[in-house]
T-cell receptor, first 116, second 112 residues
Framework: DSGVTQTPKHLITATGQRVTLRCSPR?????VYWYQQSLDQGLQFLIQ???????AKGNILERFSAQQFPDLHSELNLSSLELGDSALYFC???????????????FGPGTRLLVL | GESVGLHLPTLSVQEGDNSIINCAYSNSASDYFIWYKQESGKGPQFIIDIRSNMDKRQGQRVTVLLNKTVKHLSLQIAATQPGDSAVYFCAENQGNTGKLIFGQGTTLQVKP
């Protein structure tokens, strides 16, 4: 158990819908990361938050957005869902003292999203 | 439409043998490297890391080797056990953020 929690574990929805994925980092970690794992793209970095502020951005679609709240939990919002958005979405966290560089990231169990 | 999955390379070893998993990384400016293990239905699990100022680092039954000249990383697992069966990913980090770039992964199968 990494100490990172994610809810829900599974999510089934329809195209065009909007969903919110939630992540609680390990106690004391300030940085939160979101990754997408799909069959054809592997593990892809989406976005990083550090202490409530966006720190780094990957190839995150404009339909996707995230935020980190004052209690450090984070939410990833996916809207106008398409079939191709079906994937595993992982959250990770790290201490954050160096902004995330050279820090071990601990991954949660993931949310499996299926868009029908 | 039909999706095409990544065809991960597979390494098949006998229980008790040593395993070597290789990874070519993409960015010569990357200065931190990590190996993760992912079991079916679970999130990636940290195994070992290494900074670019080192060329070797050892953990419990695992060793990571870094060759910056050819941008190559390897993970050695000693006395491989059935519980080591999983997909192994290398990841690289560069700059002042935590953005990780993952390799495609290698499936390790351990035969009893």
């Amino acid at each position: 158990d990494s100490g990172v929690t994610q809810t829900p574990k599974h999510l089934i929805t329809a195209t065009g819908q909007r969903v919110t994925l939630r992540c609680s980092p390990r106690s004391g970690d300030l940085s939160v990361y979101w990754y997408q794992q799909s069959l054809d793209q592997g593990l892809q970095f989406l976005i990083q938050y550090y202490n409530g502020e966006e720190r780094a951005k990957g190839n995150i679609l404009e339909r996707f957005s995230a935020q980190q709240f004052p209690d450090l939990h984070s939410e990833l919002n996916l809207s106008s869902l398409e079939l191709g958005d079906s994937a595993l979405y992982f959250c990770a966290s790290s201490v954050g003292s160096s902004g995330g560089a050279w820090e071990t990231q601990y991954f949660g169990p993931g949310t499996r999203l299926l868009v029908l | 439409g039909e999706s095409v999955g990544l065809h991960l390379p597979t390494l098949s070893v006998q229980e008790g043998d040593n395993s070597i998993i290789n990874c070519a990384y993409s960015n010569s400016a990357s200065d931190y490297f990590i190996w993760y293990k992912q079991e079916s239905g679970k999130g990636p699990q940290f195994i070992i890391d290494i900074r670019s100022n080192m060329d070797k680092r050892q953990g419990q039954r695992v060793t990571v080797l870094l060759n910056k000249t050819v941008k190559h990383l390897s993970l050695q697992i000693a006395a491989t056990q059935p519980g080591d069966s999983a997909v192994y990913f290398c990841a690289e980090n560069q700059g002042n953020t935590g953005k990780l770039i993952f390799g495609q992964g290698t499936t390790l199968q351990v035969k009893p």
